[in-house]
Structure formats: C-alpha cells, structure tokens
C-alpha cells in the first residue's frame, strides 16, 4: 500500500510538470520510460512538556502525629515515565495520598514536594504545605489573669508537674508567681509546658504593678480676670475682659483638712510648680498676697477690712495628685454677670497686686537691697464712700465706711469696692496713688495732713507735694501718663488726670497738679513745653530715700524737693529751674526764699515764721480764702531753734479776727512728731513739751474752727 501511494503521488507529480496525458489530446510525436524514486520521510517532533504535578488540597493543617489525605495527581502530554515521588521536610512523610505529621511539642510548619518526569526527561513538581500542631498541654491556670505589685507574689493554680516560663523578668514556681521588679506597669505572660512538652495555650497574663514615684509634680498657671478702661469714656469696659497673670503671689497645695503640703511663689508670668506626694489628695490655693524674705524684701497682703482682716485667697478643687505629673490652672474670675456683678468677685483682690507687683519690681531695679515695710490693702465690695452729716469722713472701716480709696498709716491702704457707685480695684493709678503714700510714709518721709483735693485747688503745701507725687509715681510705674478712675452705675462713668499736662489752675508750689507736672517731667522721655531732662525713676527714688532728704528739718514741699535735686543734680539745675519756672515756682530753697507766687493769700509769706525762745510773740494770720481743712492759708508754720533742752511752754492765744477759736498746734523735730496741742480750750491753747534735741524746731500751727483769725504764739524756757 505505501508503494502504489508513492507511485500515485508521483505520476500526480509528473502530471503537474507536463508529463503524459491520459485520454484525448494531441499526442507526442515520441515517448520515453524512467525511473521514480520515493521522497523521504519527514524528521519526528521533540517533546518538550513538563508533565502536570498538583495537590487536590496543598495546604493542609494535621496534629503533632496525625495524618491528613490529599490526592496527588501527575499527567502529561505523552506519558509520565517516572514519579511522582513525594519527600517532607521536618520530620513529616507522604505515601499514596496520606500524609504523616511528626510529633512535635510546637507549632511546626512542613513542607511536602512531588515531583513527575515523563520520557522525555521533562519534570514538574507541586507543593503541600502542612502546618503541624503540637498538642497542648494538660494545663490552665486559675485565674488567667491577676494584679501583682513590683517584686511581689501572687498564687495561681495549675496542674501538677507542668512547667512554666513567663516574660519579662517573671517566673513560676509551684503555684506562686514572683513578679519582676518594675518602674512602669508591666505585663508578664506566662505558658504552661507539660513533661511530653507540649505547651498551654491558655496563658496567664500578669499586670505588674509599677510602685509610684517618690513624688509628682503639679504645675500651672494663676490668672485674673482683668477689666480695662474705656479710654474714651474713662469707663471700665467689661466687653474686654482678658485673663492676666498674677505673678509674684503664694501658691500653696494643701489637703482635705487645709494642711499646706507644699507651697512656692507664681513667676513673673504667673506659673507655679511643686512636688508633692502621689495618689493625695490635693487643692490648689492661692493667696491674694506677695511676700520675698531674702535679698530685696516685701509683704504685702490684700484684706477684708468687714471680715476681722481675714486674707483673700483663691481655691480650686480637691483632687487626687496620681501618679504621674498634672497640669492645674486657676483663674479668679470677675464676676460680672453682663450688666452687673452676679458672682464672687475674686480676681479684685489680685487686681489689685498685679500693679502693685509691677512697682515693687521698677523699686528693686534701682535698689537691689530695699526692704519694704509690711503692706496691708484694705478691700472689700462692702467698702464705700461715707460722709456723716456735716460732710467730715466717716470712716468706720470695720463696716466699710473709708469715705475713699486711701492711705491711713502703719502701711494701710484702704480701697472702694461699692460696685454701681465707685470701684477702684481694676484703677491701677488709684491703687498705685495711694501705694505712693505708703512709699512715702515708710520709705521716704510724708509730712502731708491728707484730706480732700483737687488739681486746681491751693492746698497745703505738704498736701500738694504727697498727691502730685501720687498722681506722678502712678504714671512712672505704668508708663501710662493718664491717671483714670472710674465710677458710677456699672463702673460706666469716669475721670482722667494727665500728669504730663504743663497747665492747671492756680498753677504752683501748692497745686498738685504744678508738683505732678515736674515729676513727671524728670522722670519720663517724651520732652514737652519746658521740658528738657530724662532720667528716669533712679535720681527720684535716690533723692526721697536720701537722709539728707527725709531728715530735713522743714516740712516736706515740693521746695524741699526742689532744692534737694538742684544739689545732687549740678549738671540739671538750668532745666529743674525751667521746669519749675513753667509752673509758676520760683522759690530756691527749702523754706521758698524768693517765691513771688501767693496763691492770692497775702499772709503766706514768709512761709516759716521766726519764733524766738524767750522772745516777743510771733504773729500768725489763718484764713479760708482757698478752702478749709488742708488748703493753702488753713495753717501757719513758725520755725525755732532749741539751744538748750528741756521743758518749754508753748502759746498759742487769739490776737484778732472771729471771736470763737480752738487753736491747735504740732511740734515736728526733723519730720518727727515731738509735741502734739490739741485741747479744746476757747481761744487759747497752751502746751509744755519736754524738747530734748538741740536744733531747728517747726512748729504747724492751726484753728480747728477754720476761722479766718490771726495769733500770737510764744516760746519759753
């Protein structure tokens, strides 16, 4: 058969090249015979396919010595010639389509490959991934979980025999687990092993509790609410309120019984800090006072003059210290309820020494060393004005009655709280003003008389000098040179002062107004009018702490002053001169020597009226022209020299003027009081004082009437 389908395909061949025909046609006029020879056979193709290898299931999960049933299949194209073979890892054997674990005492992972290869010499190869598990061991733990203190030990139940191993530094013996030393809470597992080493999965978890530190520390920061001023209407403006810092106060952390733990001091930005014991309870108060026993030393303390001088303090809540360090912030709110006070007004008291504090400060800056006296600001919303009926002050300050924000001595500072009528809490010139006072009676020296004023009135010269330097030293603390204070129904009403102001009314050495001016003038930067000097706080503050200064022998005026600077300021005495020239002052020394200005009172001059020991009497005229109480012509001042101590008899008697007169005098011995004439015997009034200091005396003589009367007086020895 292959070889008639050869020749057939051959004559098919030759028919196609021509050759001969069967059947019809023109025929060859010759013919021929050959040979046919038989085309070769094509070459055979190579195999080159791997033979197909799988696993019905290749992940498979079988107990430590189990076994597990895949079926494992191998095919090819031609044929599998050899295979599939199967070899494990880790212990584990395949036969047929059965798979045999090893005997593990962990969780162990094995991994069978099979592999086919046909005649060809192609191969394929399939995995199977068994992942073993061990048994677990014949143990749990009663409870699974506990509590144990660094270091301590707690019991726990677990079958007999079986071995434990636990994290993190814990460890297991019989049934008492030993915890880790720790400093920061820990958890400890611990897992069970029995003797065929198999492990537990049902762990004990340990919560080590860490001891607490020695001590935390509770930090924070001490705000006020502070209310500023409308400076378009000089009103207090409630809708700007902003929460300032209290620096320089006592903080103290007390317990529940009140007990001070721990106390420190607010920083100048307000922030305090302190350790205390952990897990305590704790509150936080601060105390409406500013207290430094070393180095530069003060105290001053804000009290309710109506509730037995108890100090203001603010408190926050009790609550435990913990563990860890905590953040604890005060605010001493205002109060104000929208259209009135409907709250505790707590942030007054700190209101009151923020400024305060900004003062002591500026004095330190120029006097490392100073000391000041103890200072006690008299505060409460019961404190208001008062007046009894004919118009003298009322001041029953145990019920609030100081008639107004005031210095009364011995570092007493009394200031209004009556809110709707006058508040002067949040007027930081107010509160600085009457510290002025303070700063003069206990630093410097003050020989005013007080009383009622204005910055057009005449006053007494010492009045004058005291109130300008107020008003001035209230500028210089702030920078501010508008004085304001505010008043009325919802503090909505007030007034303001500018001390840097060259103009007043009855300008001169006896106007506050003239005195604050000059003040001011020296002290600040800003040259105006006949202003030409800038030096600061320093040269003021030197010059009123000077002995030469406060041991004058003549009342403190703004002539004392004046002469004082001149002195210890060569280089300034042109400008001091023009300053006081501007104001209508044109006396050179203490006792006014060359003053013109009379402030229309014909009898005020010569200002210390000459007394002599054993001499005539010495005539003195008093008048109201100006006003009464303390303004200029109310009082006369008489000078004399005691050269030989002892006792002397002093007269005072009325020589002329209205008929009915209680005539009053004082002796002062350089600023210090050492004889006091105050009876009330009509007309005359006589005192013997034992002067035991040889040297200048003055004498403030006065009718407490207010008459317009003139007096003989007379020394004697």
Request: negative net charge.
């Amino acid at each position: 058969m292959v070889l008639q389908k050869a020749i057939h395909v051959s004559a098919l061949a030759l028919m196609a090249l021509g050759g001969v025909a069967c059947g019809g046609g023109s025929s060859s006029s010759s013919s021929s015979t050959g040979t046919v020879t038989p085309p070769a056979a094509p070459a055979p193709v190579a195999d080159t396919a791997s033979p197909s290898v799988s696993f019905s299931a290749s992940t498979l999960t079988v107990l430590s010595g189990g076994s597990a049933v895949t079926t494992l299949t191998a095919t090819d194209n031609v044929g599998v010639t050899s295979g599939p073979t199967v070899s494990c890892t880790n212990g584990g054997s395949f036969a047929g389509s059965t798979f045999t674990a090893p005997l593990v005492t962990v969780a162990t992972t094995a991994i069978c490959t099979a592999t086919a290869s046909d005649a060809a010499g192609n191969s394929g190869t399939a995995n199977l991934t068994f992942t073993v598990t061990a048994p677990e061991a014949d143990a749990s733990f009663i409870p699974a979980s506990l509590e144990v203190a660094s270091g301590e030990t707690g019991i726990v139940t677990v079958a007999a025999g079986t071995s434990v191993t636990c994290t993190n530094g814990g460890s297991f013996s019989g049934s008492t687990f030993t915890a880790p030393v720790v400093t920061a809470d820990t958890v400890v597992i611990c897992s069970a092993t029995d003797s065929s080493g198999n492990v537990a999965t049902d762990n004990l978890t340990v919560t080590v509790i860490a001891p607490p530190p020695p001590s935390v520390t509770i930090s924070g920061k001490v705000t006020f609410d502070h209310v500023p001023f409308n400076t378009s209407t000089n009103a207090l403006n409630y809708n700007g309120i902003t929460q300032d810092p209290v620096p320089g106060v006592t903080v103290e952390a007390v317990n529940a019984s009140g007990t001070v733990l721990q106390s420190t001091t607010s920083d100048g930005v307000g922030d305090y800090s302190f350790t205390v014991d952990p897990n305590t309870d704790v509150r936080i108060r601060v105390k409406a006072e500013l207290v430094q026993t070393s180095g530069p030393q003060w105290n001053v303390r804000v009290i309710d003059n109506t509730s037995n001088d108890s100090l203001y303090a603010l408190q926050g809540g009790l609550s435990t210290s913990g563990t860890s360090n905590s953040t604890r912030n005060l605010n001493a709110a205002s109060g104000w309820g929208g259209s009135s006070y409907t709250g505790t007004r707590a942030a007054a008291p700190f209101a009151i020494l923020a400024p305060i504090y900004e003062s002591i400060q500026r004095v330190v800056a120029v006097d490392a060393d100073v000391v000041f006296p103890p200072t006690f600001f008299n505060w409460s919303v019961n404190n208001r004005a008062s007046f009894d009926a004919l118009q003298s002050l009322d001041t029953n300050i145990d019920a609030g009655d100081i008639s107004t924000s005031s210095y009364v001595g011995d570092g007493r500072i009394l200031i209004l709280g009556d809110a709707g009528n006058d508040t002067d809490e949040y007027d930081e010139h107010v509160v600085i003003h009457e510290w002025g006072h303070y700063f003069e009676d206990q630093l410097s020296r003050s020989d005013s008389i007080g009383g009622p004023h204005g910055s057009a009135d005449r006053l007494d010269p010492r009045v004058a000098l005291g109130e300008g330097f107020g008003n001035a030293l209230s500028g210089m603390m702030t920078d501010d040179p508008f004085y304001r204070d505010s008043f009325g129904s919802q503090q909505g009403a007030g007034f303001e002062i500018d001390v840097e102001s060259n103009n007043y009314r009855n300008e001169g050495w006896f106007n506050e107004g003239s005195v604050q001016s000059i003040l001011y003038d020296i002290f600040d930067s800003t040259d105006d009018g006949a202003d030409t000097i800038s030096v600061g706080f320093a040269p003021i503050y030197n010059l009123l702490t000077s002995t030469s200064y406060t041991g004058n022998s003549y009342f403190l005026t703004i002539f004392n002053f004046l002469e004082e600077y001149r002195a210890n300021n060569a280089g300034d005495v042109a400008a001091i001169n023009a300053l006081a020239s501007a104001q209508s002052i044109s006396g050179t020394d203490a006792t006014g020597a060359g003053e013109t200005n009379t402030g229309g009172i014909a009898d005020v001059f010569p200002l210390y009226k000459p007394l002599s020991v054993n001499g005539a009497a010495t005539n003195i005229c008093l008048n109201t022209t100006a006003g009464t109480q303390n303004k200029l012509g109310n009082r006369a001042y008489l000078v004399f020299n005691v050269t030989s101590p002892g006792v002397h008899r002093l007269r005072m008697e009325r020589d002329s003027g209205t008929s009915s007169s209680d005539p009053d005098f004082l002796v002062h011995r350089s600023g210090t009081l050492v004889g006091v004439a105050q009876s009330v015997i009509n007309n005359v009034e006589i005192s013997t004082v034992n002067l035991t200091t040889v040297g200048q005396h003055v004498i403030d003589a006065s009718d407490f009437n207010n008459g317009t009367i003139c007096f003989d007086f007379t020394v004697t020895r």
